[in-house]
Nanobody, 121 residues
Framework: QVELAESGGGSVQTGDSQRLTCAAS?????????MGWLRQSPGKDREFVAG?????NKYYADSVKGRFTISRDSFTTFLQMNNLRPEDTATYYC????????????????WGQGTQVTVSK
């Protein structure tokens, strides 16, 4: 089975940029799979941030449109985050929904360990 590993988190200030990387290894990624970035803040549910089909179609949560960009290159998926805000502070996870596109965290089957992003004022 595919394993996912995120990297690139850290502490930044409001308005800064940061790029997260998700490396997939150990298994096969199929054309039906949907790769997503989701995040979770303390006391909140895990929420969809951005996702990309293997065909290249991209989807974003309203809260990050125009600021975040998802992309992929072979077995690596990126999340470029610009103009970061304190409310973007969360643990960010990359994950795969094997049955295809979804913004519901419960539809994601394979998860990375997460990487913390902290945005200070």
């Amino acid at each position: 089975q595919v394993e996912l590993a995120e990297s690139g988190g850290g502490s930044v200030q409001t308005g800064d940029s940061q790029r997260l990387t998700c490396a997939a290894s150990g298994g096969r990624i199929y054309s039906s799979h949907f790769m997503g970035w989701l995040r979770q803040s303390p006391g909140k549910d895990r929420e969809f941030v951005a996702g990309i089909r293997m065909s290249g179609n991209k989807y974003y949560a309203d809260s990050v449109k125009g600021r975040f960009t998802i992309s992929r290159d072979s077995f690596t998926t990126f999340l470029q985050m610009n103009n970061l805000r304190p409310e973007d502070t969360a643990t960010y996870y990359c994950a795969i929904a094997r049955r295809g596109y979804s913004t519901n965290s419960r539809d994601y089957d394979i998860w990375g360990q997460g990487t913390q992003v902290t945005v200070s004022k």
